[in-house]
């Protein structure tokens, strides 16, 4: 059973920049990390759930309209870790953020079939 952790959240002034990091276990043989796709997710208080950033099995990333500039997704396949590097922060920006994954596109919709617990991300003025 594919297993995804979520850190690096944190309270950061308008301006700043945090790194989230999603730890991956669970994958098999069939499976394999490096194959499938993973995203990053943030919901608000109040706000539907949000597709934040994409990659692709061959790395290839995606990013939704209002974090494109500021915020860069990237994977290590070896360590099967997820990252998102998020500069330029904002307080809308403000959420609660959640990796994804899954063995088929799903690109920035919300039908992935494994989820992390999320991690806090705050932004103040």
């Known amino acids: 059973q594919v297993q995804l952790v979520e850190s690096g959240g944190g309270s950061v002034q308008a301006g700043g920049s945090l790194t989230l990091s999603c730890a991956a276990s669970?994958?098999?043989?069939?499976?394999?990390?490096?194959?499938?796709?993973m995203a990053w997710f943030r919901q608000a208080p109040g706000k539907e759930r949000e597709g934040v950033a994409t990659?692709?099995?061959?790395?290839?990333?995606s990013y939704a309209d209002s974090v494109k500039g500021r915020f860069t997704i990237s994977k290590d396949n070896a360590a099967k870790i997820l990252y998102l590097q998020m500069n330029s922060l904002k307080p809308e920006d403000t959420a609660m953020y959640y990796c994804?994954?899954?063995?088929?596109?799903?690109?920035?919709?919300?039908?992935?079939?494994?989820w992390g617990q999320g991690t806090q991300v705050t932004v103040s003025s």
């Open positions: 669970g994958y098999t043989v069939r499976y394999t990390y490096s194959s499938n796709y």
């Open positions: 994804a994954a899954d063995p088929s596109f799903r690109g920035l919709g919300s039908g992935y079939g494994y």
């Open positions: 990659i692709d099995a061959n790395g290839r990333p």
